[in-house]
């Protein structure tokens, strides 16, 4: 069966420090994907990033970064000089890569950056 | 123009009372979902659509009925509604094979009273 295990409930950083998110998934799937979202006080769930599990190549957009690691099962997400409006809920999400392509997500980072 | 509309944003109701919630995407996407987040956050699949074709249809109450009349539509009906019901209810789409990652409404906030 899918899991994914987000072992961070509540995170509060001061702005300005980095900050980690971890994601440890389980599947038996050889190939899949992985996202993350984020989900602001408003209440949107806006996605992040899609990583295909064929593709181990580390990703870094602006502040964001994200460091997939096949061989421990793990999706984590690093935020560089954190910002009081990266405060949101983050899930991390994996998906078949065939099939329905249901999404199995975690159950949530809530970061919390305090000025 | 919004992606994936969802209507309506809130809706409050009394226990056992009928309601829906209708989706619409204009993306093209072959493929629409149905999640239920509950008061911890909790992201669940409910069900899902492909071309009109019942693809999912996770352990949820028979209370809740989906209804997809086409490819850019997918509702979903919830009969005698309970206090247990009230959550934020998204729905989502994806094109499967080609780009297969959600582009999710902005939720429908449940309240049953």
């Known amino acids: 069966a899918q899991k994914v295990t987000q072992a961070q409930t509540e995170i509060s950083v001061v702005e300005k420090e980095d900050v980690t998110l971890d994601c440890v998934y389980e599947?038996?799937?050889?190939?899949?994907?992985l996202f993350w979202y984020k989900q602001p006080p408003s209440g949107e769930l806006v996605f992040l990033i899609r990583?295909?599990?064929?593709?181990?190549q580390n990703e870094i957009s602006g502040r964001y970064s994200w460091n997939f690691q096949k061989s421990t099962s793990s999706f984590n997400f690093t935020i560089t000089a954190s910002q009081v409006v990266d405060s949101a809920v983050y899930f991390c999400?994996?998906?078949?890569?065939?099939?329905?392509?249901?999404?199995?997500f975690g159950t949530g980072t809530r970061l919390k950056v305090l000025a | 123009d919004t992606a994936v509309s969802q209507t309506p944003k809130y809706l409050v109701t009394q226990m056992g009372n009928d309601k829906s919630i209708k989706c619409e995407q204009n993306?093209?996407?072959?493929?629409m979902y149905w999640y239920k987040q509950d008061s911890k956050k909790f992201l669940k699949i409910m069900f899902s659509?492909?071309?009109?074709?019942?693809?999912i249809n996770e352990t949820v109450p028979n209370r809740f009925s989906p209804k997809s009349p086409d490819k850019a539509h997918l509702n979903l009906h919830i009969n005698s509604l309970e206090l247990g019901d009230s959550a934020v209810y998204f729905c989502?789409?994806?094109?499967?094979?080609?780009?297969?990652?959600?582009?999710f409404g902005s939720g429908t906030r449940l309240t049953v009273v």
């Open positions: 989502a789409s994806s094109q499967t094979k080609s780009r297969p990652r959600y582009t």
């Open positions: 659509y492909n071309n009109k074709e019942l693809i």
């Open positions: 999400a994996l998906s078949e890569a065939s099939g329905t392509y249901k999404y199995i």
């Open positions: 993306l093209g996407h072959d493929t």
């Open positions: 990583r295909n599990s064929f593709d181990e």
């Open positions: 599947t038996r799937d050889t190939t899949y994907y």
